[in-house]
C-alpha cells in the first residue's frame, strides 16, 4: 500500500521535525552545562541588553562581618554614579562559584578597583552567605533572591531553581555597560573581558 503526501504536508513534518529538534538541544545544553568542543550550548536571550536602563532592585545581604540590617537592603539606585558589577551565580559553596568568588577577592583591585561596587546574588539565605563570604574573606556584598525575582529581570534564572552564571556591569548613569551571559569561571579570558568593560565604564568611555 502506498501513500500520498502532499508538498504542504511535507513542510509541515519538516518543521515539526526541526522544532523538536532545537527542542532537543536546548535541553541537552541546560541539563549538561558544559561549553567545548562536541557540546551544543543553549543561547540565552532575554534581560537588559547593553544601552539600555539597568532594572532596579532591592535584595536583603550579607557581607563577611554578617547579616546586613533587615530595614536597610541593598538598592541599585543608591549607587547610581557609581559603576556597579552585579554578578548572579547558582550556589554558594560549590565548586565553581568558590571559585569565582575567590578570584573576585584576590583579583578584587585589578578587576574592579576602589570606586566600583561589586555585588553577588544567588538564591541562597543571607545567613549561607555570611557564613561564605567569611570563609572566603570576600571584600564585598552577596545578595540573596530566593524567589529569583531580580534573576528573572536579568536573564539569570534557571528552571531548576538555581541561577545562571552572569555578569553584568552597569555603568554611572545606570545603563548596562557590558554583559556577559554564559560566564566562565575558569575562563582567564571572561575575567579579561570583566576588567576591559569595568575599565571601560569607570573611564566613562
Given at each position: 500500500m502506498s501513500y500520498y503526501v502532499s508538498q504542504d504536508g511535507m513542510m509541515r513534518l519538516l518543521h515539526l521535525l526541526l522544532a523538536l529538534t532545537g527542542w532537543f538541544l536546548l535541553g541537552t545544553a541546560s541539563a549538561s552545562g558544559q561549553t567545548g568542543s562536541g557540546t551544543v550550548r543553549a543561547i540565552l536571550s532575554g534581560g537588559p541588553e547593553v544601552g539600555q536602563r539597568a532594572p532596579d532592585f532591592s535584595l536583603?545581604?550579607?557581607?563577611?562581618?554578617?547579616?546586613?540590617?533587615?530595614?536597610?537592603?541593598?538598592?541599585?539606585?543608591?549607587?547610581?554614579?557609581?559603576?556597579?558589577?552585579?554578578?548572579?551565580?547558582?550556589?554558594?559553596?560549590?565548586?565553581?562559584?568558590?571559585?569565582?568568588?575567590r578570584t573576585f577577592a584576590e583579583q578584587y583591585d585589578s578587576l574592579f578597583g576602589r570606586d566600583v561596587v561589586l555585588v553577588g546574588i544567588s538564591t541562597d539565605s543571607v545567613q549561607t552567605h555570611g557564613r561564605f563570604a567569611a570563609s572566603l574573606g570576600l571584600p564585598f556584598r552577596l545578595l540573596s533572591d530566593p524567589e529569583q525575582r531580580v534573576s528573572k529581570q536579568y536573564a539569570s534564572k534557571h528552571p531548576d531553581g538555581y541561577n545562571r552564571?552572569?555578569?553584568?556591569?552597569?555603568?554611572?548613569?545606570?545603563?548596562?555597560?557590558?554583559?556577559?551571559?554564559?560566564?566562565?569561571?575558569?575562563?582567564?579570558?571572561?575575567?579579561?573581558?570583566?576588567?576591559?568593560?569595568?575599565?571601560?565604564?569607570?573611564?566613562?568611555?
Open positions: 536583603p545581604w550579607a557581607s563577611r562581618d554578617g547579616v546586613g540590617p533587615i530595614e536597610s537592603p541593598y538598592q541599585l539606585a543608591g549607587d547610581r554614579g557609581k559603576t556597579v558589577v552585579v554578578a548572579f551565580y547558582p550556589r554558594d559553596f560549590t565548586k565553581g562559584c568558590t571559585a569565582q568568588m552564571r552572569t555578569i553584568y556591569v552597569i555603568g554611572p548613569d545606570g545603563r548596562v555597560r557590558y554583559r556577559n551571559l554564559r560566564f566562565n569561571a575558569l575562563d582567564p579570558k571572561d575575567y579579561a573581558d570583566l576588567r576591559s568593560a569595568v575599565r571601560s565604564s569607570t573611564r566613562g568611555s
